[in-house]
């Protein structure tokens, strides 16, 4: 399923046990009302015809269009994304609802195969549209502003002119598309959603969701038993893990190399238009940043433990002074409510539907898919956000990152099915901010010293999470490919691999039990979106950035903010944060962003003294 915007994964959401209220459900009767509904099956068969109609009146003859031609063939083209768009959105949120079900599995895949079926003939769209001469297509998309704002569209199309194929391999790949990648993203799915952790104490064994909870949980003992249950579980499941990672790379290196890309990153950059020197800067910027963040903090986190040593377990536990608190549905909907409000009443009006109207799915169920997203379906219809509410206050943070995603998504959508996907570098942005706004609010509430440094030792974990661990996520998979190239990889081998990673990234503060080294197997972006991690912290430091401008009173901030997310992917980074004074490609521009954590920290270890 296209287009979802994803959390993080933390390793840890919530404890629950204590009514949380009544959660909200999905109601997808806005895409279809059922898999056997007569608009689904309609929607269905004009896809088939209009694809065959599109390539029967169009292939062969782009480069003689006009400009008032080639608008409505781009239109065309558009209508059908949008209509495969809503048909894959209500299969793949009804499959995510429960992929234990195997009417629903099958329903996704039947979607899936006839889709990509139907849409074959539309291949030849952007490998005869890249041949166009350069001159004549700036000419093209110059006549008239209907058809020059697509422009930008394009311009990330033809950035893929270098690495294009034959016509004929493009159709190969694209129709072994649904027995190739998504069914290895499909078996790692349902494999990981099956998965029981029988954890030492407990009378019956929990799902993943549950079991990674268990990391976050007060009592000690209840969270190394959850280590050593998920330690043992992927223990006797990485056969299969190496597997799918060792697959699923050889397919990208073998595509790649047809293609000629430089690098197993750059199909990523293209996609999300950034350029890889920035993305080099953020890493770099991220990786320097470890002693003074991660390896610090975790050093400050042992002492107020009073360990010598933190274990893998110690990593998301609360503080000691931490109160045991579940947040109630509605506590948690007003406290992000009130924080969107306080910014701008605008931006919580936005996000008032979503509550009233079953556009957010919160309750933890057998076979739901785990983590949460927020999925912006197609542009004449609305986001989905999907939650596993268990009442932590971290699950706040949670609710405020993916309603961001929300506003966000129906703040884009006026510019239409091509121009409203942001690249997944820009696409965290409302999220992070949101999720900055929700925490600014708690922190100013604060009432003891106490709750203070709670809530800073929370935020820093949360942007620890979310920058450095997501940048060595990064170079975890830069490395795997790496050495997948070289040929095939054991367990061991992608064990290695790992736990290099984690003595760089979380310091000398941390002992690592045995098993931590197969953690890498549940990680579902590795999976679905090679080297989409790093989008996390260039989110986040590029939101640090913005928030610090916010602070300093930037005259129009909001109007500008709401501009910025109204664009959708109609503009490129650059232009985006040039009303703010800001510019990712300046080396500068991330240590803003990680001084803003430093300083929390900074803080934290003034409150010791």
């Known amino acids: 399923m296209p287009k979802i915007a994803a959390r993080p994964v933390h390793d840890a959401n919530a404890t629950g046990g204590e009514p949380l209220g009544t959660l909200p459900e999905w109601d997808l009767r806005d895409l279809y009302t059922a898999p056997d509904a007569p608009e689904l099956k309609r929607d269905m068969e004009w896809v088939e015809g209009e694809c065959d109609a599109f390539a029967m009146d169009y292939e062969g003859k782009l480069a003689s269009l006009d400009a008032g031609g080639m608008l409505e063939c781009i239109q065309r083209n558009e209508r059908i994304s949008t209509i495969t768009g809503r048909i894959m959105s209500f299969a793949g949120l009804r499959y995510y609802q429960n992929t234990m079900d195997a009417e629903r599995g099958k329903f996704l895949s039947d979607c899936q195969e006839r889709i990509t079926r139907f849409t074959t003939p539309l291949v030849f769209f952007s490998l005869e549209f890249n041949r166009i001469e350069e001159a004549a297509y700036i000419t093209l998309f110059s006549a008239n502003p209907a058809i020059a704002r697509y422009k930008p569209v394009f311009d990330r199309m033809r950035a893929m002119r270098p690495y294009q194929l034959s016509d004929e391999l493009e159709k190969f790949l694209h129709d072994q598309s649904t027995v ?52 043992k579980v992927f223990g006797e499941n990485v056969k299969l893990f190496a597997r799918v990672h060792n697959t699923l790379a050889k397919d990208k290196e073998i595509e790649d190399r047809w293609r000629k890309m430089p690098t197993p990153q750059t199909a990523r ?129 949670t609710l405020a990152h993916e309603l961001g995603h929300g506003v966000h998504q129906v703040l884009a959508a006026p510019q239409g099915e091509f121009l409203s996907d942001t690249p997944l570098t820009l696409a965290e942005t409302a999220s992070v901010f949101g999720e900055m706004l929700t925490f600014r609010k708690l922190l100013a509430d604060a009432k003891t010293p106490a709750e203070r440094k709670t809530l800073l030792a929370g935020k820093v974990e949360d942007m620890i999470n979310t920058v450095v661990r997501q940048i060595a996520f990064y170079d975890f998979e830069c490395k795997l490919h790496a050495a997948r190239a070289a040929g095939e990889l054991t367990p061991d081998d992608i064990n290695a691999l790992w736990m290099s990673i984690q003595f760089e990234s979380l310091g000398d503060a941390f002992e690592f039990m045995p098993g931590y080294e197969t953690f890498w197997t549940y990680i579902p972006h590795f999976v679905h979106s090679p080297f989409y991690v790093y989008a996390y912290a260039f989110g986040d430091g590029l939101v640090n950035a913005l928030y610090a401008v916010y602070e300093e009173g930037l005259s129009g901030f909001a109007e500008k903010y709401f501009d910025m997310l109204k664009a959708g992917g109609s503009k490129h980074h650059k232009e985006l944060l040039a009303p703010f004074g800001l510019d990712a490609s300046d080396p500068k521009f991330w240590d803003k962003g990680l001084s803003m954590i430093a300083g929390m920290i900074d803080e934290l270890e003034a409150m010791e003294a």
Do not use: C
């Open 180 to 231: 190739g990648a998504a069914a290895w993203n499909k078996l790692f799915d349902e494999t990981m959603a099956g998965l029981t952790f029988p954890v030492e104490g407990r009378a019956e064994a929990l799902n993943l969701e549950a079991t990674l909870d268990l990391l976050s949980d007060t009592d000690r003992p209840t969270r190394e038993a959850g280590a050593k249950a998920l330690a």
């Open 269 to 397: 950059h293209l996609s999300n238009h950034v350029e890889p020197e920035v993305v080099e800067a953020l890493r770099n910027a991220v990786v320097a940043a470890y002693p003074k963040l991660s390896h610090r903090y975790y050093r400050l986190k042992a002492k107020w433990m009073g360990l010598e040593k933190l274990q893998v377990w110690d990593r998301n536990a609360p503080l000691l002074i931490e109160e045991r608190k579940i947040v109630a549905w509605e506590e948690a909907r007003a406290t992000v409510d009130s924080a969107y409000a306080a910014f701008d009443p605008r931006l919580a009006a936005l996000a008032t539907p979503f509550f009233d109207k079953g556009w957010i799915d919160a309750g933890v169920k057998p076979g739901k898919a785990p983590g949460a997203f927020a999925h912006p379906t197609v542009t004449d219809v609305h986001p989905y956000v999907m939650l596993n509410y268990l009442g932590k206050p971290r699950d706040v943070m």
